[in-house]
């Protein structure tokens, strides 16, 4: 899988547009801010069922990255479980890059 998505996401994070940590997404998530949802596919069985959970009631797209360090270190940041992005603009480009990386 190419990284694109991960400069993507690093970009967004420098136009701050990212919000990282399970507390912090879940807030964004509940306020209707997230419009997107990564979460990294080492994440604790607890953590992806309430991300998972969150996304499905408020209806907020949910993608998996391939593992802590490679979402954190997209960010500039040590390992992260899980991002949000608020931006509509980056939410939609990344999930064009994750769903064309996964299937194609």
Do not use: H
Not at 19 to 37: H, N, P, Y
């Amino acid at each position: 899988m190419g990284n694109k998505w991960a400069s993507l996401l690093g970009l967004a994070n420098r136009a701050r547009k990212i919000v990282s940590g399970e507390e912090f997404v879940v807030k964004e998530i509940r306020s209707g801010r997230a419009k997107l949802v990564i979460l990294s596919e080492d994440a604790s069985a607890n953590t992806r069922k309430k991300i998972q959970d969150k996304c499905t009631s408020y209806e907020v797209p949910l993608r998996q990255a391939p593992d802590r360090y490679t979402l954190g270190q997209a960010i500039g940041k040590d390992a992260r479980v899980v991002v949000a992005v608020i931006d509509e603009g980056f939410a939609n480009k990344l999930m064009t890059m994750f769903d064309v990386s996964l299937w194609g």
